[in-house]
């Protein structure tokens, strides 16, 4: 993008969406910055004329309407839709209530859902702009202690490839991205919610996954500012390339779910290759 470009990015006063923020800041592209709590999103952004901070609650229809008005009033266009507000609900999913996988889905598939719903109608009248969305190496392979999570993860994948197919006639690119472990506030107590519900046959375990999960928080291996500015060199590819995978660590794990799907494939070809009607006229 050689042009200066209007950036809506979700999550953005802290985290991953901070760092998009500062590097679209950084290279001259005007920045609409929303979150919960707006005045939050202007302490750890300052002010500057190609900003705008747009208070949004993505899992408020209602709220991503007016951030997307905001935006259209004061800019008079929006080009990149970047979907990274996401929350964590960990925890063994028969330890899960139904109140929390309600919530996990609510902010991390349905939000997402709701702030492309409301941007589409603009970017179809311009004829292009990107969608955005932050994945997970949880939308590509499930892993204990992160039903609920994967589950989201793994909704965004099918929901983004089926809208991929639906918006590129009007000129609108998609880009899934699946960072592996980034020393994000993912694993913050603001941002990580753990399972209300225990039951003892799992506290031995639980245990063990609640003392891993505590202690990774800070210890992540990747570097979110590095991956901001991967976001920014991926965006302006011509095409925008559909997929995004972030880290050494995420390379490493979609090499794995692409060899185990093609084991399960190869492993029952012959009974899977039988099962079409048999041909006219023949026997049973």
């Keep these: 993008m050689a042009h200066q470009q209007v950036w809506f990015i979700t999550g953005a006063g802290r985290g991953l969406g901070l760092y998009i923020a500062q590097a679209a800041l950084a290279a001259g592209h005007v920045v609409v910055a929303t979150g919960r709590n707006p005045e939050k999103v202007t302490q750890a952004l300052g002010t500057a004329d190609n900003l705008l901070v747009v208070k949004l609650d993505i899992t408020s229809p209602a709220d991503a309407e007016a951030a997307v008005q905001a935006t259209v009033d004061r800019f008079g266009r929006l080009d990149v839709l970047v979907n990274n507000a ?85 000129g609108i690119e998609t880009l899934v991205v699946n960072p592996g472990f980034f020393r994000t506030e993912l694993l913050t107590e603001e941002s990580t919610n753990f399972a209300e519900h225990p039951i003892a046959d799992y506290d031995e375990r639980r245990a063990a996954q609640l003392q891993f999960w505590k202690g990774y928080n800070g210890q992540q291996s990747g570097d979110p500012a590095k991956l901001a500015q991967a976001l920014l060199t991926i965006s302006n590819q011509t095409p925008l390339p559909q997929r995004f995978i972030a880290g050494a660590d995420a390379v490493t794990t979609a090499e794995q779910v692409a060899a185990t799907l093609l084991q399960q494939t190869a492993a029952y070809r012959e009974l899977s290759s039988s099962l079409s009607f048999d041909e006219a006229g023949s026997s049973n």
């Design 86 to 170: 996401a929350n964590f609900y960990a925890g063994f999913f028969e330890e899960l209530g139904p109140e929390q996988i309600n919530q996990q889905l609510a902010t991390s598939l349905l939000g997402p859902m709701h702030v492309t719903r409301a941007v589409l109608p603009v970017l179809r009248r311009q004829g292009a702009g990107q969608v955005i969305t932050i994945s997970s190496t949880a939308g590509l392979v499930g892993f204990e202690f992160g039903a609920a999570y994967a589950a989201s993860k793994f909704g965004l994948e099918g929901w983004m490839q089926s809208l991929q197919a639906e918006v590129a006639p009007f």
